[in-house]
């Protein structure tokens, strides 16, 4: 069985630094590409990028690059999200996500996903 | 703000059928593929349909997808009180070179 489990809440203020993960489980991890998705209270879905965890090479949505950093560790099979520098706005659930489908990324979906990270910038 | 259009909400009684439309561009869903997804308050999205019109293991044959030209459509048939949820649409955008979401639809059931 496929399983993503990611860490759990965060509290922290505005200006931190910040790193959650999401680690996989059941499947061939360095196979897949694991992407993260944001969604602020009471809003939708926003994709924030993908990273392939055989290479480390990472495609950010336009609407995230520079402000979050994507990595892996292959050895315990664990994806990491970073902000170097929170801000309030970055309150919202973050989730991360297996995706399969096509190398050229014209279908391509997210089949299983971790529980969520909430996190919390406030002052 | 997304770059794929849902309606916010659709609604309907028990039994009847509700279609959600996905609307974007030729250089999203003109070009790729569609997937959809249901999300129950407080918890994390669930895959229903891929490729336009796939169904993975599990999810009932209630849940079609089909995708015309640049929209997208999901159609829930025999409507149950536990199909209340938020459902969105995804796919590729080429000219972005990132995936994007739909601005998502609430259904309800009267």
Redesign the interface.
Known sequence: EVQLVQSGAELREPGESLTISCKGAGYSFTSYWI?W?RQMPEN????M??IYPGDSDV????SFQGQVSMSVDKSTNTAYLQWSTLKASDTAMY?C?RR??RAN???????S????TLVTVSS | QSVLTQPPSVSAAPGQKVTISCSGTSSNIGSNYVSWYQQFPGTAPKLLIYDNNKRPSGIPDRFSGSKSGTSGTLGITGLQTGDEADYYCETWDSSLSTGVFGTGTKVTVL
Do not use: C, R, T
């Not at chain 1, 996903?113 to 969520?116: F, T």
């Open positions: 992407g998705a939708g879905l926003e994709w990028g993908i495609l950010y949505s336009p989730y996500a399969l489908g990324h014209h279908s391509n979906w997210f089949d996903w971790g529980q969520g």
